[in-house]
């Protein structure tokens, strides 16, 4: 399917709804009884569907940020994760879930796994709507995966290109000819 208006379409809007409707059945249910959940959201891709999700969590969970950079000022990732924004509350004793956009190489959310990991919460787990597991560099668990996707730049829901693109409701694929009509400078992998 294509928009004449925007990038290709990869992952419709309506196959993304029904994915999260999945995933916060799923959690509801894994995390039912086991006192409140903590949603970590990485900023800034995740924050539309840490949104959508938390709305639809039937079991009580507090929402948390935390943000990282690995891009640098390139679209390839050097592997270096930088945090930038820590989370508010401590985690300790916690069930925390990490809510991630998207994982490319894995080394962001890797990185994001030690981090919290020593903090010493309850469980860690992982959630990410979006895997391009071609590009793996190293092997990180996703306990709730939404779709592989191939080796290309996506957009929407979230995701940008130079800060553009993330209110689209569909995950579409940035063509270069597209790319080309901005600036050519993405962002930095936040
Ligand atoms: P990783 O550390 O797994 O290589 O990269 C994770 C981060 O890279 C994601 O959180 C996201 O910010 C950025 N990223 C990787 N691939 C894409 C993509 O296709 N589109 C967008 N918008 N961001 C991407």
């Known amino acids: 399917m294509n928009n004449n208006e925007g990038p290709e379409v990869l992952i419709a809007e309506e196959d993304i709804r029904k994915r999260v409707a999945a995933f916060a059945d799923q959690i509801s249910r894994d995390y039912a009884g086991k006192g409140k959940l903590v949603l970590v959201g990485v900023l800034k891709g ?42 508010r509350e401590d985690i300790d004793n916690k069930h925390v879930l990490i809510v991630e956009d998207i994982v490319d190489t894995g080394h962001t959310l890797h990185y994001l796994l030690s981090l919290l990991k020593a903090r010493s919460p309850a469980s860690l787990r992982t959630c990410a709507l979006v895997r391009k597991s071609e590009r793996a560099q190293i092997d990180v668990s996703i306990d709730y995966l939404g779709f592989d996707v191939p080796d290309v730049w996506v957009v929407g829901y979230g995701l940008d290109y130079a800060e553009q693109y993330r209110t689209l409701p569909y995950i579409g694929i940035l063509h270069p000819r597209e790319e080309a009509k901005h600036t050519p400078t993405p962002g930095d992998g936040c």
């Open 46 to 87: 995740a924050f539309i569907l840490l949104a959508d999700l938390s709305r639809r969590l039937t079991i009580p969970h507090r929402v948390e940020f935390i943000a990282v950079s690995s891009y640098g000022k390139s679209s390839v990732s050097t592997g270096a994760v930088r945090l930038i924004m820590d989370l």
